[in-house]
């Protein structure tokens, strides 16, 4: 199971077409797309803007979309979120979090909606936990994970994303549950995976995740045709 994120129609239609067979409008937008330190500032506004973006450029691949920090607080207020995503286009909904959000994904799901959860490394906490780090090191935290893991698929998620677990956990859950998981930096042994899609072509070279090896240097390949292009302008040359 192939997914990358996109955030606006070229990129989308570009993935779409590439053959992936998920595209995840993240809330990481808020780091990748708008320069923010972390993806807590993301409003359902701009979800809402770049779903509609991204679902013009998609005919074939489950359109997902992030619930943003502070959109699903109670079930109500998840499924207005949830709603506003849909009308947007989205197929599929994405949360963070585990035991503790398992009311609010049994009421999406309840709903009608498709779900994707989100566990291991939760971007929409980074500020209460400080720093990214790897999850699943200690016995506590395997058995924590593999709680919450399965709270999400009794409340009716169809998959569920590990972001930084460690890979024997990362192998452990997958092979506990009958739904799908989808690691980023989790290992091998997941379902499938899923990758910033800026990370994987190299776009941001001041940002380069460890756990990614960028197939392309398209960060520096832009930069040097607007270097060149500067140095055409500026000498008079004719630009074609």
């Not at 799901?109 to 090191?137: D, N, T």
């Amino acid at each position: 199971m192939v997914a990358l994120t996109a955030y606006s129609y070229p990129f989308a239609r570009l993935i779409d077409e590439a053959g992936a067979d998920i595209i995840l409008v993240g809330d990481s937008l808020g780091m990748v797309e708008h320069g923010r330190p972390d993806t807590t500032e993301v409003t359902l506004e701009e979800m809402v803007f770049h779903t509609r973006s991204v679902r013009r450029g998609v005919s074939s691949a489950l359109l997902v979309s992030d619930l943003p920090f502070g959109s699903y607080e109670s079930p109500d207020q998840a499924l207005l979120s949830a709603h506003t995503l849909k009308n947007a286009g989205a197929d599929a909904i994405k949360l963070e979090g585990g035991t503790e959000k398992a009311e609010v994904a049994a009421a999406l799901v309840s709903e009608g909606f498709e779900l994707m959860g989100h566990l291991g490394m939760l971007p929409q906490k980074i500020r209460e936990e400080g720093r990214y780090r790897i999850k699943g090191k200690t016995e506590t935290e395997k058995l924590s994970l593999l709680s919450d893991a399965l709270a999400i698929q009794e409340a009716g998620a169809f998959s569920v994303v590990l972001e930084l677990v460690t890979p024997p956990v990362a192998a452990e859950i997958t092979a506990s549950l009958h739904i799908p998981t989808i690691g980023i930096g989790s290992g091998s042994a997941c379902t499938g995976e899923i990758l910033v899609t800026y990370d994987l072509i190299g776009l941001t070279p001041w940002f380069k995740p460890g756990f990614v090896q960028p197939l392309a240097n398209t960060g520096e390949l832009v930069r040097s045709c607007v270097q060149d292009f500067c140095q055409r302008v500026r000498s008079r040359k004719k630009i074609q």
